[in-house]
């Protein structure tokens, strides 16, 4: 009998699709690494591994389990890793690239469940759902017209990046009234087109739109894309939305542009050090909705990159190019 594939992964929360599908391959070996225990433990697995199943959530995982040169070293074997979301933080791609070692990520499988929570964190910021729950439970509320907040209808959204969420909340966008303007250097003007969306350049879109949402990874060009310049460029009385990563935007900018009145308000699900620390001035602003990088993270979000994840896997075994490889 051939030597059984091995497939790691850690033992950080994933769906249980994952594991059912890959325990029913007879030619797979999965094995659980105890991300509290020893690197030397860590090692002795990783050894034998042919493919690596990560979690992307950078500040979740131990720095000893983040795909580098250094962990590359210590896994002669390996041919393929596995990202447990459409962002690959705690991967080296290029490491991976310069070793032939196959990386995909999981783009697509929660979506949907990321562009309801942009539409929720839109909503609550623009009705001012949350100002108004803590005003009623502080016995504070003066009177309803205090908590007045606009229609989303006929405004404008601006989306930086119309990949599989982007083009999903900009369905959503459009089926509420709204207007959708959208930037992404790395589509055509026909495919922004196709997607239910005007291509715009990115000042067009800063200086027109009413929302602005970033859908976009983050990498060296978009890092600190949102700082005192851009927030200075979007409209007066305009709202910043973001479910798409920490560090995108400046999050001293973004609180200064609060503070001063030009910016109406925010909804954040992603922060540069999640969760944030205590005394982060983002934290209880008062037009500020704040969640914990829980946009993907529903119960079908979680099971769809599961099973995506454990396809691609299967799909790698049986020596077949899976559909979500990244090459930078």
């Known amino acids: 009998m051939s030597e059984k594939v091995c497939v790691v992964r850690t033992n950080l929360w994933i769906d249980p699709i994952f594991d059912a599908l890959l325990t029913a391959n007879d030619k797979i070996d999965l094995r659980v690494i105890d991300v509290a225990a020893s690197q030397q433990e860590w090692h002795e697995t990783l050894q034998h591994a042919h493919y690596y199943h990560v979690s992307a959530a950078k500040d979740e995982l131990p720095a000893g389990l983040f795909v580098t040169e250094a962990l590359l070293a210590r896994c002669p074997r390996l041919k393929g890793v596995s990202s447990s979301g459409a962002g690959y933080d705690t991967i080296d791609i290029a490491a991976c690239n310069a070793r032939n070692i196959t990386v995909v990520n999981q783009a697509g499988g929660n979506a949907n469940s990321v562009a309801e929570m942009a539409l929720g964190l839109l909503l609550a910021v623009s009705r001012r759902i949350v100002e108004s729950d803590r005003a009623l439970v502080a016995q504070q509320a003066s009177s309803r017209e205090a908590l007045m907040g606009h229609e989303v209808a006929g405004k404008t959204l601006g989306l930086v990046g119309i990949g599989h969420i982007g083009s999903r909340f900009a369905q959503m966008a459009t089926g509420l009234g709204m207007n959708v303007l959208a930037y992404d250097p790395h589509l055509t ?21 009413d929302i602005v949402s970033l859908h976009c990874p983050l990498n060296n060009d978009t ?30 900018d973004l609180h200064a542009a609060l503070h001063n009145g030009h910016l109406a308000g925010a909804g954040l699900d992603v922060w540069r050090q999640e969760p944030p620390v205590a005394d982060n001035p983002l934290l209880g602003h008062p037009r500020v909705v704040a969640t914990f990088h829980t946009a993907g993270v529903s119960h079908e979000g979680r099971h769809n990159v599961a099973r995506m994840a454990a396809r691609q896997l299967l799909l790698m075994v049986d020596g077949k190019t899976p559909p979500h490889v990244v090459t930078s």
């Open 189 to 209: 003007p026909q495919d922004i087109g196709l997607r239910q969306a005007q291509p715009v350049s990115f000042e067009a879109l800063l200086a027109q739109s």
């Open 223 to 252: 890092r600190d894309m949102f700082n005192a310049r851009a927030f200075s460029a979007m409209k007066p009385g305009a709202i910043f939305i973001s479910t798409a990563r920490g560090g995108i935007h400046n999050e001293a």
